[in-house]
């Protein structure tokens, strides 16, 4: 069983820049974040592999970047040049031992 905390969420300003910060209760593979906006359905942002390769979604291209820490068992979301179409739940997502687990999810709003 893996548990998955997100952290770093909350309301800012068009333009302004936010960090996100997952930490998983034991080491995962692949790790990522997905965002869901009302009346939307939950999308892929980016994910990580163990060993560092990234996938970010053409949306945030340019804007967010992901990281992790292997030795915090951590995944980071950068997103910079925040925009009013980035506001939704950011959800933390992980996988270990074939399964798949997910954070509660934190809140992303950004006012324009």
């Known amino acids: 069983q893996v548990q998955l905390v997100e952290s770093g969420g909350g309301l800012v300003q068009a333009g302004e820049s936010l960090r996100l910060s997952c930490a998983a209760s034991r080491s995962v593979n692949n790790m990522g974040w997905y965002r869901q906006a009302p009346g939307n359905q939950r999308e892929l942002v980016a994910f990580i592999t163990f060993g560092g390769a990234t996938n970010i979604a053409d949306s945030v291209k340019g804007r967010f970047a992901i990281s992790r820490n292997n030795a915090k068992n951590t995944v980071y979301l950068q997103m910079n040049s925040l925009k009013a179409e980035d506001t939704a739940v950011y959800y933390c997502?992980?996988?270990?031992?074939?399964?798949?687990?997910w954070g509660q999810g934190t809140q992303v709003t950004v006012s324009s």
């Open positions: 997502n992980g996988w270990a031992g074939g399964r798949e687990y």
